[in-house]
C-alpha cells in the first residue's frame, strides 16, 4: 500500500491525516494550541512549540497508532494560517512570536502611510490586491517600526506553511498563492519578488523562494526524521495557505466552483478562468500555474464563538460547550428577536476594509435572552458572508457551486442562517475534515500518484443545505438594519 501524510495548522488547534492510495483516511490526529493575544488588535502563535510542536507531536501519533512503516509514505505535504509574519535571524532561529493573518489588525496605521507614499492605485496594479490586515507588507512595517531590534536581526521572512516546510527539508519556500498576500513585495504580472515599490524595507533575498503548491520543495532531512519518525528523503510538497487546501479537499476545482470555509475566521475562494479586477476582492494565483482565484474573507467568525463561551457561558463544560451554545441558539427565532451583532471583533476585511471596524449587540431589551444573543451571534457572521457574496456579484464572478467545509457546518443554526440570508444552497462532503486532507491529496498529486479530479470519488457530496424562502424578507430587511449600524458605527474608533 501507498500512504500519504497530510498536516494543517490552524488557529487554534492542527489536525493531521494518514491517507492511503484509495483516498480512505487511516487515522486522524489533533493538537490543541492557545490563540495568543498579548494587546488588543493582536494575535500570535508561537512557532516551535505551536506549528513545529505541533508537527512533530501529530506525526509521531499517525505513526503509533496505525503502525506504518515511515518508508511506506509516499510523500508529505503540509498547510497552515495565513499569511502570516515570522522573523528569523541569520542561523534560522524564530526571533519572536509569528504575527496571524488578518485577525491581526496592529498594522493599520502603516497600511494608510504605505497607501499615502505608494498610492493605492500603483499597489493594486503592481500587486494585484489592495494593502489591508491581511497584507504581510504592513506587518513588516509595522516591525520595523515596533520592534526595531527583530527587525535589524530578520534575514528571513517566513508563514506557517513554509516553517514546517523548512523544518522538514531545510529549504525556505513558499507558494504563489500565498506570495499574493506579501503586497506590496509580490509583483502579480511576472510571478516573483520584487522591492520596486518599497525598496527600504525588505530585500526579495529575505523572503521564501517561489514555487507553486504541487512542486517539491525538498526531501526529509536526517534532523527532522529523528524528531517526527519520518523517513529521510520522503518528499515534501510546498504546500499552501490552509483554506486553499480545504478547498481541495471538498472538490474546488472547476471555475464558479466556490469554497466556503466556516473556521476561525470566513474564508471563501472562487476559482475562475481569468484573472479579475476588484479591489473589493483578493486576487492571486491559485495552487497550478495558469490558474486563478478570487477571495474574500472575514476575520471573526468562530473566534467569536470561542469568545461568548469564555466570556458569556464559562459555566459549561469547554468541550461540549460550542454543542450546548448551538442547541440554545436553536430555541431562538431566526431573526433572534431583533436583536443585531456586529462581529467586526478585528476590524472588518472584504469588502469593507476598515482595520477599525468594531463589534457590537445592538437592540437588546429585558426580553431578550443568551440564546438570542448566540443566535444574533450566528446571524451577524451570516450577515458580514452576505456582504463578502454581493461583492462577488457586483465583480461579475460567475458562482456555479458552493462548497461548504469546516467545524461550524456541524453548527446547524450558523450554517442554515448563512442560506437563508444570502438565499444559496450549500452542498456539504463526506468528509470534512478538512485542509489535512487536501494536503495529503496534494501531496500524492505532485508526485504523479493522483489524477485531479480523484477527489470527487474519494469525497461524495452527501448532504446540502438549502434556503428557507419563507424567511427571505425577515433576513433582508434585517440586512439592510445590518448595514446601516455598520456604517453608523464605523465612524467611531
Known sequence: MKFYLGVDIGTFESKGMLVDENGRSLAQAVRRHELLVPEAGFAEHRSDEDWWGDFVYITKKL?????????????IGTSGIGPCLLPLDQNYKPLSNAILYGVDSRSSQEILDMNNQIGEQKIYKFCGNSLSTQSVGPKILWLKRNRPEIYHKTSYILNSTSFLVFKLTGQITIDHYSAANYAPFYDIENHKWSSELFSDLIKPEQLPKLLWSDEIAGYVTKSAS???GLSIGTPV???TIDAASEALSVGVRQPGDLMMMYGSSIFTIVISSKRHYNQNLWYAPWLFKGEHSAMAGH???GTLSHWFRSELARELEPSLAH???SKE?????PGALGLLFLPYFSGALSPFYNPNAKGAFFGLDLTHKRSDMIRSVFEGIAFATRAIFEAYCAANIPINQIHAVGGGTK???WSQATSD???ITQIVRRISFGASYGDAYLAGRAIGDFPANIIDLWNPVESSITANHMLKKTYDEKYKKFIELYNITAKFH
Open 63 to 75: 505513526l503509533y497508532e496505525t503502525k506504518i512503516e515511515a518508508k511506506d509514505i509516499r510523500a
Open 226 to 228: 529523528d524528531e517526527t
Open 237 to 239: 510538497i510546498t504546500g
Open 299 to 301: 476575520p471573526t467568525a
Open 323 to 325: 454543542i450546548e451554545l
Open 329 to 333: 441558539a436553536m430555541t431562538s427565532p
Open 411 to 413: 453548527n446547524k443554526v
Open 421 to 423: 440570508i444570502l438565499n
